[in-house]
């Protein structure tokens, strides 16, 4: 019993005077390990139905395995690029058209180019896509400007292909979220509802002014945090504390709203 108290004290999170858990190495560390044991993370032996494992052989070059990386993180992510384009030119055009345009920038060099960089232009690139195919060919419909989806591919490419850490990604979850962070870590207020989304903010189709400003957010939390906890924190590993711990716990972000208001 005493044993298992003890994995119990190791194991539970370091919180605030909020009871939400600190940006601290060991929180980061329980995420980690709470992450590799779960079924719905571990990677497939299946090739065809594994993002990490195509991108672990580098940037892809063939169409087909570009389409499957696009087709992977729009569905595993929930980014709807699939609902995108479904006019024209057909049903889940706004993934082709986003490979097409992805594609384009591998073979001109311009895509690791830009990742090696942590280039924020080429995040309005692709979340612009669509957009910009419907505008070239006459056909121009109001579709979504896909910034979550940008950021993300953008990120795991980075990660996966490059062994890198140059985007932090943009979801549901962060951009809830994210307003408590900066005002404990950093004391900015970007709450604007009850939901406490930091959409508005950034989210206005501007560009890379949009991601520039997002990503300085993040990185100021990070800096502050390094001097409070004395650990450097990545990208990955702040997208994964925050993902895991909050997603689908409404009570945890209504929390958060509550130490703000």
């Not at 005077?17 to 995420?31: D, R, V």
Request: hydrophobic share 30%; glycine share 4%; charged share 30%.
């Amino acid at each position: 019993m005493k044993d298992v108290l003890n994995l119990r004290e190791v194991m539970s999170f370091e919180v605030d005077e909020n009871g939400l858990p600190t940006l601290c190495q060991k929180n980061f560390a329980i995420i980690d390990l709470l992450i590799s044991n779960d079924s719905n993370y571990r990677k497939s032996d299946n090739r065809d139905e594994n993002y990490e494992m195509i991108l672990s052989e580098g940037i892809p070059t063939k169409s087909e395995d570009i389409k499957k990386v696009v087709k992977l993180i729009d569905k595993q992510n929930s980014t709807h690029l699939s609902s995108e384009g479904q006019k024209y030119p057909k049903k889940n055009g706004g993934r082709e058209i986003t490979a097409n345009k992805i594609e384009k920038m591998i073979e001109s060099g311009e895509l690791e180019k830009s990742l090696i960089n942590g280039d924020v232009e080429i995040i309005h690139k692709i979340a612009n896509a669509v957009n910009e195919y419907h505008k070239e060919n006459n056909n121009y419909l109001c579709s979504k400007y896909n910034f979550s989806f940008a950021t993300k591919f953008c990120a795991y490419t980075s990660i996966f292909a490059l062994e890198m850490d140059n985007y932090c990604i943009y979801d549901n979850v962060v951009s809830k979220v994210l307003p408590y962070y900066a005002k404990m870590y950093i004391d900015k207020k970007y709450w604007n509802n009850r939901n406490g989304k930091i959409t508005s903010e950034f989210i206005n189709r501007k560009g890379k002014e949009d991601y520039s400003n997002y990503r300085q957010v993040i990185d100021e939390i990070l800096a502050s945090a390094k001097v409070k906890h004395g650990y450097e924190i990545s990208y990955k590993e702040f997208d994964n504390l925050l993902w895991y711990y909050f997603k689908g716990e409404p009570s945890r972000l209504n929390k958060a709203y509550e130490a703000l208001n």
